[in-house]
């Protein structure tokens, strides 16, 4: 018994990473019928709250079985530049997970968007949305609320970032408002994002904002957030809260810090947790990274990385070489949790090694590497279908036509020699 109460202890200290399923089901099981029992039945939940916020961060059958059948909606933002690698383990790992979510993609028109022809299989495509992007005027509060520095492309990237995010609530709203419901769920991630692991149910935590833990630079990591719709509007309102933010007198914050003063402003309490994914980049960063630096995860880094930066690369840096790099990153900014060998790093001074297919194959499995060789060997033709047939899916649909998208990425990818 001694042990088993180590055991279960350590279960706790590891925040149920990799659980000893079978010790876990016996115990949690029973306790948590009983629970859920007492919980649906006493108006005096403040009493049981420090139980049930320990039953949500157990996911048991039943709790997962309530959050499938609940209204989700699944929001993807951003560039597809790298989609043929994040799409597929974003398909297996988040949206095949939840299949009862409906998917909103706000994402702009380039060279790339023809990669989210992969998106084709999802199984409840609510509403896309592929636009021209155009510079978002900006307002006297923006500039004295944001700041240029260490966004690549000043207070406009910021500006373009949030309209991305804040366009995804909008899609959200307008197509709850269509079918007169709310969603018990708004998980909003980026078509960036690689998952090396499932969506795990315990990230649903009611009454609160979920969002990674780490790379936080200065205010709270904004690179995936899981809320109800009441928390996922107060985050999701990036461009529309700013005047209040004016107003509450926040200055020169940069997209972390005006998502944190968001959230404060708005009395949303948020907790932090480590999530199974990384953002692939394509930026060079200096190696290894000095204090204020970026480090750049290999992406066959064990995980979770909770958003961290990746590429696919041989890792150059593990183990004791990780405690020393990580040990000197500042906490409020770059730095990440490394710790049990969850992160291998990269030199990411220069481009990607001219193996990065092959590595990236042998760690994400036949599967995924099978979508990956998909996008790559996709013809122009076979786009346009692909498109045509998302189109007839889909509730809501604004974008170019499929062969504007499907031309600009793949201008001579044609089964006709022209
Ligand atoms: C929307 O739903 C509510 C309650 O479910 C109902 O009272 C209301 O009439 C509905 N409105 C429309 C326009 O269907
Ligand atoms: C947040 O809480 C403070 C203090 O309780 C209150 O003054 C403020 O109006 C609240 N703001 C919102 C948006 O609810
Ligand atoms: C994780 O690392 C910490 C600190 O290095 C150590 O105390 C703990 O035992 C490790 N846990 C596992 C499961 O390896
Ligand atoms: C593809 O098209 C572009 C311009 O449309 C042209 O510059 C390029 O040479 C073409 N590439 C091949 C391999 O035909």
């Given at each position: 018994?001694?042990?088993l109460a180590?055991k279960i202890n350590m279960l706790i200290k590891k925040g149920f990473s990799d659980l000893d399923w079978r010790l876990l089901f016996l115990l949690i099981v029973p306790l948590s019928i009983l629970l859920f029992i007492a919980l ?8 049981f709250?420090p139980l049930r916020s320990f039953l949500f961060t157990t996911p048991s059958p039943d709790v997962t079985g309530k959050l ?132 795990n149910p315990q990230h649903f935590v ?213």
């Amino acid at each position: 018994m001694v042990k088993l109460a180590e055991k279960i202890n350590m279960l706790i200290k590891k925040g149920f990473s990799d659980l000893d399923w079978r010790l876990l089901f016996l115990l949690i099981v029973p306790l948590s019928i009983l629970l859920f029992i007492a919980l649906s039945s006493t108006p005096s939940i403040h009493y049981f709250f420090p139980l049930r916020s320990f039953l949500f961060t157990t996911p048991s059958p039943d709790v997962t079985g309530k959050l499938r059948q609940s209204r989700m909606a699944m929001c993807l933002v951003g560039g597809a530049r790298r989609f043929e690698l994040t799409g597929p383990s974003i398909m297996e790992r988040v949206i095949k997970e939840y299949p009862n979510a409906d998917l909103f993609l706000h994402c702009p028109m380039d060279k790339n968007a023809f990669k989210l022809s992969l998106l084709k299989t999802a199984p409840r495509l609510a509403s896309v949305r592929i636009f021209d992007q155009k510079i978002v005027p900006q307002t006297a509060e923006q500039v004295r609320v944001l700041t240029a520095a260490n966004s690549p492309n000043g207070i406009q990237g910021l500006l373009q970032y949030f309209n991305l995010v804040e366009g995804c609530l909008t899609m959200i709203d307008s197509h709850q408002k269509q079918h007169n419901f709310t969603y018990d769920w708004i998980v909003r991630t980026r078509v960036d994002g690689y998952w090396n692991a499932p969506l795990n149910p315990q990230h649903f935590v009611a009454g609160r904002y979920t969002v990674p833990s780490g790379s936080v630079y200065g205010g709270l990591n904004d690179r995936l957030g899981i809320g109800d719709f009441y928390t996922s509007k107060a985050a999701l309102s990036r461009l529309s809260l700013i005047p209040k933010l004016d107003l509450a007198g926040y200055r020169r914050l940069n997209s972390e810090s005006a998502f944190k003063a968001q959230l404060t402003t708005q009395n949303i309490s948020y907790v932090e947790n480590r999530l199974p994914f990384c953002v692939v980049t394509d930026r060079r960063y200096r190696f290894p990274p000095s204090h204020m630096g970026v480090p750049v995860a290999a992406l066959s880094s064990p995980g979770p990385l909770s958003g961290a930066k990746c590429r696919p690369c041989t890792p150059v840096c593990k183990g004791r070489c990780v405690a020393d790099v990580m040990s000197s990153l500042d906490k409020r900014w770059s730095w990440t949790n490394w710790r049990n060998g969850t992160i291998e790093l990269c030199d990411a001074h220069g481009g990607w090694e001219d193996r990065w297919e092959m590595i990236f194959d042998r760690v994400a499995g036949k599967k995924l590497a099978e979508g990956r060789r998909q996008v790559k060997d996709l013809m122009f033709e076979e786009c346009v279908a692909d498109f045509r047939e998302m189109k007839k899916k889909a509730v809501n649909w604004e974008a170019p036509t499929a062969e504007e998208i499907c031309g600009l990425g793949l201008k001579n990818h044609t089964k006709m020699i022209l």
